[in-house]
């Protein structure tokens, strides 16, 4: 540890007096080694909504080295009010930082927390915080949420991409290129992938105020909203089954050598050098039963969460006997203060993740809400997707790979002085499961 004398006197205060102070007070046996650690908060940095819990760690403690502080400052600490699963739920007390104050609470599995982010571009937060150790606690089963319902495509034949998007994009030789950087790349970005006019029309659609929005949580996990399916102007509900549709199914097939529909040519006809592409214009309609004879090259047992295992996916097998390919998704809203964290639950599968980005004019990476990719238990980043205006990114993941969104911060606002009528943008957020 550090030698300097205030550090080390102040090391000692909290091991020893203060340490036998807490565990007479808490009536906790608290072990002599502490956790101790000095973190610097400023302008727009943030520690979002989490628990503490790790084996042993009892009380948590974090003492305020800070300037004259103001709750407009940001910087606070928000506790969460938790639900019946131990969620958490809503932020219910805001501790404002202030000079040579010291908090402490109990780590349990409802003892969450966040540090808001610091809106002052002047003072700096800084504090000294660690944990008190001592015998562990027995912790309820982790809760695992239901996912987004995931469903079969809705039968469209091609002309519905003839309607949506820009011609370039239908064109075979173009296709069989943008397969080639897909399948050795992994990703994707299609540039003005819809028709102009289009584009457009959603765009205008999404400033809508008739859209019912709800907040999707919970906040250790994410923070954003998504549109009430049901309250959609008609353009937009459109648009969604366009991404549910049979015709997309194939053309994304198309652009990424994915399995996403049973015509898409099998591993056999490409070995063959038979079309690279199933004709998405709708002329092709080989036997089906030569058609499918292969298995994907990924052999690994299916996990439970797997599409094989979801019951409704059982009775609609294509001829292969491998489960029907399928879709989830939802239209979300992004602006400050909104985010997605990588969590322990997150399910992992291969998948096809497609992201359609719309108000995102000007946007600054800067500002937060790109996509990150990062390798599981790393930190390493794989890929960022940036939103793009009328831009399609397409990311296929393995069972090694996390996503997050990263959080929105308070730099974002000088969005709205470019563009007064609209906070944030929205995307659409599809997943494909072969």
Known sequence: GRQEPHVAALRHALCEEFRSWLSAVTQIELEPTIDISCAKYEYTDVLLCHDDELEGRRIAFILYLVPPWEKSDGGTLDLYSTDE?????????????????????????????????????????????????????????????APLPRGPHIPYDHEILYEWINLVYLDVDSQAQIQEEFEERSEILLK????????????????????????????????????????LPDILKKFLEFLRSEALFLLLSNFTGLKLHFLSPSDEDE??????????????????????????????????????????????QTQNGMGTPLCAGELRHWAHRHYTLVHDAQATEFALDLLFFCGCKDWDPEYGGFTSYIAKGEDEELLTVNPEDNCLALVYRDRETMKFVKYINHRSLAHLNKHPNRTGFWDFSFVYYE
């Open 271 to 316: 070995d063959a050098g038979e079309g690279r592409a199933a004709d998405t214009a709708g002329h092709s309609s080989p036997n089906p039963n030569q058609e499918e004879t292969e298995k994907h090259a990924d052999n690994n047992p299916p996990q439970a969460d797997q599409p094989d295992n979801i019951p409704e996916a059982q009775d609609s």
């Open 192 to 231: 003005d992938f819809l028709k102009k006019e289009k584009y457009q029309l959603l765009c205008e659609a999404l400033e809508s105020k008739d859209i019912q929005w709800s907040s999707r949580g919970p906040a250790n996990k994410r923070l954003y909203e998504t549109a009430e399916e049901g309250s």
């Open 85 to 145: 699963h131990f969620q958490p739920q809503q932020i219910v007390k805001s501790l404002v930082p202030s000079w040579n104050t010291l908090v402490f609470f109990e780590v349990s599995p409802v003892s969450f927390h966040q540090v808001s982010e610091v809106l002052s571009e002047e003072k700096c937060r800084l504090s000294v915080s660690g944990w008190f150790h001592g015998p562990s606690v027995v912790r309820p089963a982790r809760h695992i949420e």
